[in-house]
């Protein structure tokens, strides 16, 4: 849930221009882009989601259903690409949504942004290995600095091509491309775990709960452990993102009032729980959740 979600420095935001409601005709089309990354966007019965009401209820694919809910201005369409295809078609003058990239630097130069909501603690990059090499990881029950662990020669690492975990691991894996983790196609970060899982490297980077749900569904030996690393708060806020077309401002402005709206909804306890459902918000997560929606009712909008 790339995903979805900035870092430590909270960006400046443009303030967007006012649209004039489009009279009579077809509703226009907002194509949003899907990809299966349990736990946070997951197919139900693994059958990409052809309407709202298909969606689930992980932090990104439930938040996305509450967006499309309170969009009614629009057609909604979900198309699966990969993640090289979807920047393809955008760089191309596609216009496309997701609710699935972190915001980057780079990614605002075709992308526009919308700040949703903070990142739930289930967003905190972990280490993942097999549990047998915990030792060779662990210090004194420390949380592991990436940046020690990048100067290990005795450890092969693999993270998924085109991925971006924040800008603080992002700088940490740029400052040294020879030490950083080889990066490779993967269409999921599921490809990974089973490569480490097959001993064909030592580490990766994930967020514990895709690690708990793959373990789940590949039971047995080696298990996976995964060990909270010292700059794995790197992705402070979950965003929304379109391409940087004519059509794409008008469907981020449409998606910063919905979260406006969904901020100003004086019944938050009704939504939070269609949002999350039976996983509910960890209770460390609603004091940080309730003061951002505070802030986001009262403010103005926020396009970057």
Known sequence: MAAALGGGVAPSFAQPQPQAPIQGGPLPLLRWWI???????????????QRAEDLGQGEVDGFMRLLVDRMPQFRHEFVELSLPRFEAQVR?????????????????????????????LARQIHVVVRREDLPRFEFNGQSVALADLLRRTDLVGLVPRDRSFGPRIDKLLAADPERAPRSVVAGRSANLLGMLKARRMDYTL???????????????????????????????????????TPDGRRAIEAMDQAVRKLAADPQR???FKAWRGLAGIDADDLPRLNRYLDERARGAAQIE
């Open 206 to 244: 994930d967020y514990p709960a895709t690690v708990d749900e793959y373990s789940a569904q590949h039971p047995g030996s080696p298990a996976l452990a995964r060990l909270p690393i010292a700059e794995g708060r790197s992705t402070m806020v979950a965003t929304g993102s379109c391409s940087r």
């Open 269 to 271: 306890e009704a939504w």
């Open 92 to 120: 191309q003058g596609e216009t496309l949504c997701s609710v699935l990239h972190v915001r980057t630097p780079e990614r605002t130069q075709w992308l526009y942004f919308t700040p949703l909501h903070p990142a739930l």
């Open 35 to 49: 990809l299966d990354m349990p736990p946070h966007f997951s197919y139900r019965d693994g059958k990409a989601p």
